[in-house]
């Protein structure tokens, strides 16, 4: 029998199967659009083909509880760090950036969540600034890393609105600035937007749909601190986190956040 | 969210509340409708006392933006006064309050008004904001009308006698100007008596509000924010002090047969800054269901002004009006805030940043952090706004409070 966790996101539904000894053994990623359970069902649908799989799933997520199927809901938060836990067993921060949430967690020694925090109501600092002016610039959000690393210094960013940013942009192209350059001073935007988000003391990882999708964010982002990692399909691990989540609530019959 | 908890265990006292309110509004439009009493506008922290003394009937506009915000109608009025030029990043209840008067609406429209009632006089008090003045002053315009201010320090430390002395003498500078407008002498014993009246009510508000300290609290924060009406609008009358008394004796009974404000109180929270007015009974439910009861906060405690002393009324009013939370140095606020998290049991604090109120913001200065590293109890911000629900995204802050609840449930 086989586990389901899904992370019902903004922009992204992740689902990741799990087996018996917690460890991944398939993953689906797709919109999320507008009917979660649609986007649930395409989850379930694709692993179940393939494997016998255990009722209830698992979930988080802005869609968490809006399931039609037997389901467990987890906070995101919570639910990533446990994930990030069980991935490197010591304390650490976290800074996740998905399509519409950026978030700072700070785990203790222990694997409880001590500190967390949400950006503000604003798209500045999140995946949507990065595909909004992808969109704008007609690039897709693939080539962007590519563009980055081609970038001989950063064009800086100063508007916090993406509408702003996009006329600031158009001036800047104007006065002859280079694309790959600008489009660093994008990445480079959203990190220290990011990082507004707390003083960042411990070892961090970096989790979400945009450094997965963004290789070149892990590379900036240990330009600023050395002690920096991006596990593998991170973008996952809130779903993966899930199932840990209740996997270790019935070990304890407890909640250990 | 736990259906069978999302429910908070409702006041009989609401009863009483609604007419203690009816009848304050019917006074109101008695004065509006025979010209019988002046009418004086005033802040919700100003010279109340000595209007009531001087024989007005006083109209608060910040209760009005409340009705508004909680009546879920500020966003159809805030564009109105944006585009006459008042910016939609200022005060969202004069934005409201404005705009609804822009459209010729009022929630008071429900207790039989045609409009706001028209004012005698405006006196308003720096002291919460300076936004109040420029508020007044679109209506001392429109309608012609005096307007009067007494000028408060901000960031006040210590009370100093020059402080206090100041404000005292300006309280005494407005005696004149309001007997020009009410054709009556002021008779110091009867200001005595409300100044006396006001600190007994005060004196009330304070235990109800202390009641919380119980467990369970018999009483949450969305209780306080509507039952807080009599003293906001009613300070310095016998009606505030009645109600007060009916109050209180519910809540005390309540302690003695162990019955809480919500069904099951497991985490005792502070809420500091404002209520979100619009989501004032979502949240109710919100934290009910996840037996979270916020038991204090600022805002309510914030109509407690016990240091009002009948025998020296304008020496005492000045006292009491600066020692007001809302203008003391984020020290002072500390101070306040650390005395009141320990005296109510306090295992988490949500700081509310209202986008259009900065003073009643408490988390923009570093506080949250100076605290938490003080007294480790953790904290949460969540961004939103007194009557501007377009400032506030209800899905990512339901997750933040959620995960917030867990992550104090896990350290308990």
């Given amino acids: 029998m086989y586990k389901i966790g899904i992370d019902l996101g903004s922009s992204y539904t992740k689902g990741v199967l799990v087996d018996n000894d917690n460890k991944i053994v398939d993953y689906l990623l797709t919109r999320t659009g507008f009917d979660f359970n649609k986007a649930a069902n395409k989850i379930i649908d694709k692993f179940s083909a393939k494997h016998e799989i255990e009722y209830p799933v698992y979930t988080c997520g802005y869609g968490r509880d809006e399931l039609k199927i037997p389901f467990v809901s987890n906070s995101e938060i919570i639910a990533l760090s446990r994930a990030v836990f069980e991935k490197y067993q010591k304390k650490c921060s976290v800074i996740d950036i998905g399509g519409q949430d950026t978030k700072y967690i700070k785990i203790s020694e222990s694997g409880q969540v001590d500190k967390f925090k949400m950006n503000r109501k604003c798209a500045a600092g999140t995946g949507s600034f990065i595909e909004e002016l992808a969109f704008k610039l007609d690039i897709s959000t693939s080539e962007f890393t590519d563009y980055a690393s081609l970038a001989t210094e950063e064009v800086k960013i100063n508007s916090y609105c993406t509408v702003f940013a996009v006329s600031e942009i158009i001036g800047m192209i104007k006065k002859g600035a280079l694309m790959p350059n600008i489009i660093l001073g994008i990445y480079n935007s959203v990190i220290a937007r990011s990082l507004e988000l707390s003083p960042i003391e411990d070892f961090l990882v970096l989790t979400g749909g945009i450094p997965d999708h963004h290789p070149i964010m892990l590379k900036l982002f240990q330009e600023k601190f050395v002690n920096c990692m991006s596990p593998e399909k991170s973008q996952f691990y809130a779903a993966w986190g899930n199932v840990l989540l209740n996997n270790l609530n019935k070990e304890n019959n407890e909640n250990l956040v | ?412």
């Fill in chain 2, 1 to 412: 969210m736990n259906q069978e908890r999302n429910e908070i265990i409702k006041l009989k006292s609401v009863g009483e509340l609604r007419n203690t309110m009816a009848n304050y509004f019917s006074r109101l439009k008695d004065a509006v409708d025979t010209g019988n009493k002046k009418i004086a506008w005033c802040t919700s922290v100003g010279p109340a006392e000595l209007l009531y003394a001087m024989g007005f009937e006083v109209y608060f506009p910040e209760n009005h933006g409340a009705m508004i915000g909680a009546s879920k109608m500020a966003d159809k009025y805030i564009p109105s006064a944006v585009s006459l030029g008042y910016s939609p990043e200022i005060c969202s209840y004069l934005t409201s309050d404005i705009g609804a008067f822009l459209q010729n609406e009022t929630p008071l429209q429900k207790s039989g008004f045609e409009s706001v009632p028209k004012p005698d006089v405006l006196v308003y008090n720096t002291n919460q904001c300076h936004e109040v003045g420029d508020w007044f002053m679109f209506y001392a315009k429109h309608f012609n009308a005096p307007i009067l201010a007494v000028n408060t320090p901000m960031w006040i430390s210590d009370l100093t006698p020059a402080i206090i002395d100041g404000v005292a003498n300006q309280f005494k500078d407005l005696v004149p100007e309001l007997e020009k407008v009410s054709g009556q002498k002021l008779n110091m014993d009867k200001f005595k008596e409300t100044v006396g009246l006001s600190h007994d009510g005060c004196v009330l508000w304070r235990r109800v509000l202390e009641t919380a300290m119980a467990k369970p609290s018999p009483i949450n924060f969305f209780d306080s924010a509507i039952h807080m009406g009599p003293i906001v609008v009613m300070r310095g009358t016998q009606y505030a002090v009645d109600y007060y008394k009916i109050l209180l004796e519910e809540l005390e009974e309540r302690i003695e047969n162990g019955v809480g404000a919500i069904p099951e109180e497991k985490l005792r929270i502070y809420w500091d800054g404002m209520p979100l007015w619009y989501k004032l009974s979502s949240h109710a439910k919100l934290f009910s269901s996840l037996d979270a009861c916020i038991v204090a906060s600022t805002y309510c405690n914030s109509w407690i002004f016990d240091d009002l002393d009948a025998n020296n009324p304008f020496q005492s009013s000045a006292l009491a009006y600066c020692k007001l939370f809302i203008v003391r140095s984020d020290d002072e606020k500390q101070k306040y805030l650390e005395k009141l998290l320990k005296d109510f049991s306090i295992d988490g604090v949500i700081y509310h940043d209202a986008k259009t109120c900065g003073r009643n913001s408490n988390n923009r200065y570093g506080l949250p952090n100076r605290m938490n590293d003080k007294n480790k109890i953790p904290y949460l911000e969540i961004n939103g706004d007194l009557c501007d629900s377009r400032c506030y995204s209800e899905e990512q802050s339901i997750i933040a409070i959620e995960t917030f609840i867990k992550q104090l449930a896990s350290r308990k």
